[in-house]
């Protein structure tokens, strides 16, 4: 156990199940879960409060990439925000070891794009115009 090192998190992949097309990006966040919890008084009981777990909640994940122009995910994007026309699809991410094989794998599940914006425009700074796709999905459940 002494050589192990925790894996880094630059390498990894997100590919989407009814999208075609390699999609890299340069950050993915929401990757969490939490339990909701729910405070019951007890009659009699003035010390505390019971809480009781009720349910599960998954923030909206976030992705973050330079801008590609005509590219298919920002087309489903677009037909969702714009259109109204959602159509759900699950999400595979991996994190990847030094010979590009999956170490962990993240299966969201019925994601559609909820947002999707890019960062200011300014001519007093010569950086990349980053978009950023926001997705509500339903759950994920984790591979190792």
């Known amino acids: 156990m002494a050589e192990y090192y925790p894996p880094l998190g630059f390498h990894f992949k997100v590919e989407f199940t009814n999208i075609e097309g390699e ?7 929401g990757l969490t ?7 019951i008084a007890e009659g009699g009981e003035n010390r505390f409060k019971h809480k009781l777990p009720v349910k599960t909640s998954f923030p909206n994940l976030i992705l973050k990439r330079g801008l590609l122009v005509n590219s298919d995910l920002i087309k489903w994007c677009r037909k969702a ?10 999400i595979v991410i991996s994190l990847l070891n030094e010979e590009h094989e ?4 993240w299966n ?3 994601a559609y794009p909820v947002k999707w914006g890019v960062t200011d425009f300014n001519a007093e700074e010569s950086k990349m115009v980053i978009e950023t796709i926001e997705l509500a999905y339903n759950y994920f459940n984790i591979q190792e």
Do not use: A, K, R
């Not at 999956?102 to 794998?105: A, N």
């Open 23 to 29: 999609f890299q990006f340069q950050s993915v966040s």
């Open 33 to 39: 879960v939490s339990l909701e919890t729910e405070e």
């Open 81 to 90: 925000v714009e259109d109204f026309n959602i159509t759900p699809t699950d």
């Open 102 to 105: 999956p170490l962990m794998t």
């Open 108 to 110: 969201v599940v019925h």
